[in-house]
Nanobody, 120 residues
């Protein structure tokens, strides 16, 4: 029922930019903090950025200052703008929904992920 679908992944050169988008359906969007996580084989999934409904935002330390997260509650979308990309940013990036309010508090959903490769 709940679906998170990512788009925008691909290959980009070091120093370049890429924008990822996530469309959500089957949930009351405003009740969820929306975020992006990334994972490489053999390592734990790590937070890239997360944004609550009213605007508070969290970033992974390694991406702070380079990436920007935004959300459009009217369209049920969350976007990650990535700038100054480095080879270490290469990973599978997944959209994430975390319930914040009422009956959905403590629930979470994941998208299937989209691959980002930063290489020459």
């Amino acid at each position: 029922q709940v679906q998170l679908v990512e788009s925008g992944g691909g290959l980009v050169r070091p120093g370049g930019s890429l924008t990822l988008s996530c469309g959500a359906s089957g949930l009351t969007f405003r009740l969820y903090a929306m975020g992006w996580y990334r994972q490489v084989p053999g390592k734990q999934r790590e937070l890239v950025a997360e944004m609550s409904d009213m605007g508070p935002t969290w970033f992974g330390d390694f991406v702070r200052g380079r990436f920007t997260i935004s959300r459009d509650n009217a369209k049920n979308t969350v976007t990650l703008q990535m700038n100054s990309l480095k080879p270490d940013d290469t990973a599978a990036y997944s959209c994430h929904a975390r319930g914040e309010f009422g009956a959905v508090q403590g629930t979470e959903f994941w998208g299937r992920g989209t691959q980002v490769a930063v290489s020459t």
